[in-house]
């Protein structure tokens, strides 16, 4: 199949392609709330599931929560880019926060559910609620990188 493309052309395309990804990058603006108010929310379901709330009420709060921060997040950037589709990095660093979440999930059970330390859960929620917002700072800037690199 011959195309009718010619390279100059071609590298045009890809040239504004890449363009495009880097004014994404530079249009995504994240609140100085949006990671805090995650954090609350992952933190919350941890520490309402291993505290033993309903978990049917947690799920309709999570995710109206959820849903919240991301309309609220398209309207103040104008966009929203999944993380797990921006790039391998950003995926990568995805992927750990996922990882360490179920970590501090199963050492926080451990204690609040299997030792009967019920203290534990609120302490869980908390250190996922930091490193949530933590993270999530953190996770902006490789974003940013990801999208500004070349396809």
Do not use: C
């Not at 103040?76 to 589709?85: D, F, P, Q």
């Not at 917002?133 to 490789?142: A, E, L, S």
């Amino acid at each position: 199949m011959e195309s009718s493309v010619n390279p100059q052309e071609a590298q045009a395309a890809l040239d504004s392609v890449q363009q495009s990804r880097s004014d994404i990058a530079d249009r995504l603006y994240t609140p100085w709330w949006y990671h805090p108010a995650l954090g609350v929310l992952v933190g919350g379901l941890v520490a309402a599931v291993t505290g033993g709330v309903h978990f049917s009420v947690l799920l309709v709060v999570y995710t109206a929560g959820l849903v919240g921060l991301v309309y609220t997040y398209r309207r103040v950037a104008g966009v929203w880019i999944n993380g797990y589709e921006a790039g391998p990095k950003s995926r990568r660093s995805l992927f750990r926060f996922v990882v360490v979440l179920l970590v501090i999930g199963i050492v926080g059970a451990a204690f609040s559910i299997g030792m009967e330390l019920r203290w534990f859960t609120p302490i869980t929620g908390l250190v996922i609620a930091v490193y949530t917002t933590v993270w999530g700072r953190q996770f902006d800037k490789v974003l940013r990188a990801d999208l500004r690199e070349a396809a």
